[in-house]
C-alpha cells in the first residue's frame, strides 16, 4: 500500500480537524492498551538477510524457534515491529534468546511481557553495521545454515548482516 495514491483527501482532514478527532496512537494508550500492536515501533516490515534473501518468519506459531523463509513481501509471518524499547515482535511476541536452559542458540517467539521488557527479549539494530545485537548477550542474530536464525558471536560476516524494512535512524 505504500506506493499506492490514496488522492485528494484534504476533505477527511478537514473534517478530523472540525470533530477534534485523536490520534490511532491516543486510541491504542487509552481506549485499547491491551492490543497486541505495539504503538511505539520505530520499524514495521520484514527483518532480512541481504545474502540468504531470506526473512526473519514466525512460520505460522505462537512459541517455539524462528524460521528463515524466502523474503515474500506479504507481511503475514514476515512482518516484524522493532519497538522503542528493542524489543522485535510480531504482534504480540516477541523475538526471544530463548530459556535459561536453552542447549542450542535458536532464536524463539515468547509472549511479550506487557508492563516490563524481558532482558531476553531485547535487541539493539545498528543501521550502520547492519546488526542486530542481543543486549543482554551481546550476540549477533544470525542466519543459519538451515532454516534457522540463531544468535552467534559478533563477526564480519554476510549472515549477520540485516535489513530491517522501514527503519530510520
Avoid at 64 to 74: D, E, F, I, N, R
Avoid at 118 to 126: A, I, P, R, S
Wanted: aromatic share 8%; glycine share 8%.
Amino acid at each position: 500500500a505504500r506506493n499506492v495514491d490514496p488522492g485528494d483527501v484534504s476533505d477527511r482532514r478537514q473534517l478530523r480537524a472540525s470533530l477534534q478527532c485523536k490520534t490511532f496512537e491516543w486510541y491504542l494508550k487509552n481506549i485499547y492498551p491491551e492490543a497486541p500492536l505495539p504503538y511505539d515501533f520505530i520499524s514495521l516490515g520484514a527483518v532480512s538477510n541481504p545474502e540468504s534473501k531470506r526473512c526473519l518468519d514466525t512460520m505460522a506459531k505462537k512459541d517455539g524457534p524462528v524460521g528463515l523463509q524466502s523474503c515474500h513481501g506479504a507481511g503475514g509471518n514476515q512482518a516484524w515491529a522493532l519497538t522503542e524499547r528493542g524489543e522485535i515482535r510480531s504482534d504480540d511476541l516477541c523475538l526471544s534468546s530463548g530459556g535459561a536452559f536453552s542447549v542450542d542458540n535458536l532464536l524463539r517467539l515468547e509472549r511479550c511481557n506487557v508492563a516490563s521488557p524481558n532482558q531476553k527479549h531485547l535487541f539493539k539494530y545498528d543501521a550502520e553495521t547492519e546488526k542486530i545485537v542481543h543486549v543482554k548477550t551481546g550476540r549477533c542474530v544470525s542466519a543459519g545454515k538451515g532454516s534457522e536464525a540463531e544468535l552467534r558471536s559478533c563477526v564480519d560476516s554476510a549472515a549477520q548482516r540485516w535489513s530491517v524494512e522501514g527503519y530510520v535512524q
